[in-house]
């Protein structure tokens, strides 16, 4: 069958499976665009208000599907507005395909219009990346892009594609859905190394002959679909866990074993487990310095078993007692027939009572408090509904207090930190799955930085309800500056416009301002009354601090629990 450049692209999406794909158009991709209007039928193509609208978009599509998610952008400008929407995916592993336009051939390479090296600027935060100078190769590069993003420890994969590339004709051969998963597997085959049951038997010995296991569970337990081992493991030997921001949702909230988030702005619980456990069972997580805090401080009386699907992380930022390398799920369920059943412990009563001490902060009386709101979102939408936010103060606050229980249900940028993550985000999952509620908790802070895209939710009616935690500051660097700076405001202070409400409203989308929990309840009952776009501008206090903390440099288990007096 003969194709051009552009008809082979729209045949390699529909083999891979892909029904949308979130994009801008551009003069580098015009031959692109042309066949997705051609090929409306079989392709859904989300315009979104600005390149890494759509970046992020295509990343809340993968983490609440398990899906790559598709980007197209133009060159130059239009393949720069993604990188931080790559970059995001490349930290939190999430499968993406990013597609590029570029110059044609011809021009590669001298300083054209619109012309920019995107291949060298992602090198570092993608998988891998192809730039297709032959037209006979673009239908291997997008396969092979695919199955990389896919498998193994997944991740954005970037195809660059010249402009005469997609008009040039050439010959081409569908692949079959048996050989599609044939050549996915031996892709994967080189990231995952042979586990021996020597092995296995080995690290089950370890874990039956630990007093005070503690299991730490991160996004790898998401990716893998792991969260049923996962709460088996834990069951069998009524061990505590600790969630990483990542793992939110790989373990039931309500579970009695669930001690919830680790790290600086962990529970009382996960972070005196860590110091006190003999035994650190990491599952699909990374250490990170959010988790880890003073690494020479972190578990001095644990034993650390890791096990994740990336070589590089073992040993990287926490030495390991013992290792296991390969697909967290696939290991869970060759060692858990070996471990043994554990009873009730004084390390169990330990956990009990470090579940309940909490920063007072967290019960304080308050006009509106932000546990009241994500607790009354909770009661109201259940647990079905998918959780998106920004990064600040009220991320911390939503992996605090709102109760997950499902795998995918909390989308948020953990790695690489992003503000202006969250709304692309929901708009993703709100098109994978247009029959659940998809509530989107944003700062006002990070709101400013893509409220441009209620234009794409209005177009597109997605029942997308917004509630804006709005304190008039960047709260978590207001909070340090509290803290740490002596109370030097510097540059943090929001005193300005918008007004949220009357933006939304100028987009077509239904607005309320909430300043008490009466207010907030009613304005809540209002937006989710029926399935459109709604936004809550919620007024809460300017010096309202997320607590637990670990300050910088001390040990996991040095919190500050209590507000600082002004």
Known sequence: MTLTGAQIIMECLVEQGVDTVFGYPGGTVINIYDELHKNTHRIRHILTAHEQGATHAADGYARSTGRAGVVIATSGPGATNIVTGIATAFMDSIPMVAITGNVPLSLLGKDSFQEVDILGVTMPITKHSFIVKDVAQLADCLRKAFAIASTGRQGPVLVDIPKDITATVTEWTPQGAEE??????????????????????????????????????????????????????????????????????????????????IGMHGTKASNMAVNKADLIIALGARFSDRVVSNASRFAKGAQILHIDIDPAEINKNIQSYHSL?????????????????????????????????????????????????LEEIHARVGDDAIITTEVGQHQMWTAQFYPFKKARSFLTSGGLGTMGFGTGAAMGAQIAFPDRQVVHIAGDGSFRMNSNELSTIAYYKLPIVIVLLNNGTLG???????????????????????????????????????????????????????????????????????????????????????????
């Not at 080995?202 to 007093?211: D, G, T």
């Not at 554990?342 to 546990?371: T, V």
């Not at 029926?530 to 903390?549: F, G, H, K, N, Q």
């Open 325 to 373: 390398k390969g697909n967290v799920r696939a290991i869970l369920d060759r060692l858990l027939p070996l471990v043994q059943n554990r009873a009730s412990s004084e390390w169990n009563g330990d956990i009990d009572a470090w579940k309940k001490i909490r920063p007072s902060a967290h019960h304080q009386a308050r006009e509106l408090h932000p546990r009241f709101i």
């Open 180 to 261: 599609r998963a044939a050549y996915w597997k031996s892709v994967e085959s080189r990231w995952l190394p042979e586990i021996t049951q020597t092995q296995i038997a080995e690290v089950a010995e370890l874990i039956n002959q630990a007093r005070r296991p503690l299991l730490y569970a991160g996004g790898g337990i998401i990716s893998s679909g792991a969260a049923p081992q996962l709460k088996a493991l834990a069951e069998r030997l009524l061990s505590p866990v600790a969630l990483s921001l990542m793992g939110h949702g790989a373990m039931p909230a309500d579970h009695p074993l669930c001690t919830g988030l």
């Open 476 to 566: 978590m660097v207001r909070q340090w500056q509290h803290m740490f700076y002596e109370d030097r405001y510097s540059a943090t202070t929001l005193d300005r416009p918008p007004d949220f409400v009357k933006l939304a409203d100028a987009y077509g989308v239904p607005a309320w301002r909430a300043t008490d929990e009466s207010s907030f309840k009613e304005a809540l009952k209002e937006a989710l009354s029926e399935r459109r776009p709604a936004l809550i501008d919620c007024r809460i206090d300017i010096d309202e601090t997320v607590l637990p903390m670990v300050p910088s440099g001390k040990s996991i288990d040095d919190q500050i629990l209590e507000p600082r007096e002004t």
